[in-house]
């Protein structure tokens, strides 16, 4: 089986690799999205939807801007109603029920997308160890240190969301906690995959499946 997943940069991280313009924006997206310093500008246009990002660049107008990205590339997709369900950060935990900056993300979405709620109820038992740090990347052991702030809704299918993909396991490992507390979960949505060459095209809506 495979899950499909839709990312909208490609994020190079591989050294050696001949680096052209469009990698350097992309790369300048995630570090923005992460609150990140990022150095120069990046002149964007994705899907039609332009964005000139700089040191100056609110993050409310850079998630504008990527809701907007997301939602034109995946108007049908995104047409019927369905819960956006956040990845939580590696410190959000059910005990301190700290919200997930990838909410802010699925509240942008939500706002110029009448068809999406967003469901920010995914949490942490334990704090992680951030995976750019060393910590975990294991699908089975994320997912056995998830835990909810509420019963998980069955009304509407869950596309989970988050900033930034590796591996994927963090996805893997929310839709698998989502549906085993009885809701569907069809696809993914990303902002930045993480890649190692150039074989992909750096900025665009570009589907995936990931290995179930």
């Known amino acids: 089986m495979t899950f499909q997943i839709v990312s909208f940069v490609r994020y190079l991280t591989a050294p050696g690799v001949q680096w052209t313009q469009p990698y350097y924006d992309a790369n300048k997206v995630v570090k923005a999205l992460k609150q990140e310093e990022i150095r120069g500008f990046a002149n964007l246009n994705i899907a039609g939807n332009a964005l000139r990002l700089d040191r100056t660049t609110t993050r409310g107008a850079l998630l504008n801007f990527l809701a907007r990205v997301i939602v034109t590339s995946l108007r049908t997709q995104l047409a019927g109603n369905h ?7 590696s410190s959000c935990t059910v005990s301190n029920g700290s919200p997930s900056n990838v909410c802010e993300l699925a509240t942008a979405i939500a706002a110029v997308n009448p068809s999406s709620r967003v469901w920010d109820g995914l949490r942490w038992q334990q704090e992680r160890l951030k995976s750019s740090m060393g910590g975990t990347r294991s699908r089975h052991i994320l997912l056995e240190n998830y835990a909810c702030l509420e019963a998980v809704p069955r ?3 869950g596309i989970v969301l988050d900033d930034v993909a590796t591996t994927g396991n963090h996805l893997l490992a929310a839709r698998d906690f989502w549906c085993s507390r009885g809701g569907e979960s069809p696809w993914g949505l990303i902002v930045g995959r993480t890649v190692h060459d150039t074989s992909q095209r ?8 990931l290995q179930d």
Do not use: M, S, T, W
């Open 155 to 157: 009304d509407l299918p």
């Open 202 to 209: 750096a900025l665009g809506a570009l589907i995936e499946n």
């Open 83 to 89: 819960y956006l369900v956040p990845v939580p950060n």
